[in-house]
């Protein structure tokens, strides 16, 4: 078993379908408050529209990167690895910024979509707000499957991923019978921080598959070689295999992919962490004068 990559996978699976959950539990709540629960199924058959579709799409992208021959599928596989960094990074600041206004948005979409008679469109309502989600997993999913398949752990962060989901969806039910035992800012929070970290170690590893084909020919020489102590690959490397996974550790990295892997833990981090300004209330409506009447 590669701890690793069923570890990151697990976070990764954990985080996105936990986001998902309670989209879905938050319109079924709605639905449920005014008494509309009739529509209960065409929500669950749009997430799970949205669901089955994501998961094709991580499938033909895990094909699609395996069927290259050399360079091409460094190429291709680092191409993958960035594209995943960037939309998981965009997803964490847009869920970051909006996170306070997404219940409100999602209830006055499903009153639209009730008062205008129409039970295909919460089932539309539903597949949207999931496939976002989905699609970011898949992607995300690929890049991590795509690093961690050269040691074979490429199968265990599926089976991590399919973990964290279940777990998700357990979660989810709870959000939805008003469960308050799981603090959602302090989850988001620190499940995002893991999610810097690896998206940091995906980045890192795109660098080294182009310094492998000599697409990157600046920086390649090795920093440090620590192998023999704590090696990343192979028997017998549990931690090396956890911190590789986590952290995007490297026991010989070179001196470009590691200044890529700090500079972005950095200044993600940096601003990833720091506080949300609170949005100003809207100023109260200023009543009108009561009319006065003259006396005669």
């Given amino acids: ?24 539990a938050i319109i079924c709540a709605y639905l449920a408050k005014t008494g509309n629960a009739r529509y209960f199924p065409r929500v669950f058959l749009g997430a799970g529209l949205a669901l089955g579709l994501s998961a094709l799409l991580g499938i033909i992208l895990f094909q699609t990167v395996g069927s290259f021959k050399e360079p091409y599928e460094q190429l291709f596989e680092g191409l993958t690895m960035i594209a995943a960094a960037a939309v998981v990074t965009w997803m964490l600041f847009w869920m970051r910024r909006q996170a306070r206004s997404v219940r409100g948005e999602l209830q006055a979409a499903v009153d639209r ?18 496939i976002r989600e989905g699609v970011e997993t898949s992607l995300f999913l690929t890049g991590q499957a795509a690093a961690a398949s050269a040691g074979g752990g490429a199968g265990w962060v599926l089976v991590g991923a399919v973990v964290g989901i279940a777990v998700a969806v357990v979660l989810g039910v709870g959000f939805y019978h008003g469960s308050r035992r799981l603090n959602l800012a302090t989850f988001f929070r620190w499940t995002g921080v893991a999610l810097v970290f690896i998206a940091a170690g ?9 310094v492998e084909i000599g697409l990157i ?3 390649t020489q090795t920093l440090f070689d620590i192998s023999s102590t704590l090696p990343h690959e192979g028997d017998g490397s549990i931690v090396g295999q956890l911190l590789r996974a986590l952290f995007g550790y490297t026991s010989s ?3 470009i992919t590691f200044v890529v892997w700090l500079t972005y833990v950095v200044v993600v981090l940096a601003l990833f962490l720091r506080p949300v300004k609170s949005m100003p209330a809207p100023p109260a409506p200023v009543a009108a004068p009561a009319p006065t009447t003259k006396t005669v």
Avoid: C, K, Q, Y
């Fill in 113 to 130: 979509a009730i008062d205008n008679g129409s039970a295909t469109a919460l089932a539309l309502l539903a597949f949207i707000a999931v």
């Fill in 1 to 24: 078993m590669d701890i690793g990559a069923f570890t990151s996978g697990l976070l990764t699976g954990l985080r996105e379908g936990v986001e998902a959950a309670l989209i879905v």
């Fill in 253 to 255: 990295p070179e001196v």
């Fill in 217 to 219: 020919n600046i920086g």
């Fill in 202 to 210: 995906l980045l890192s590893h795109a660098v080294h598959e182009f």
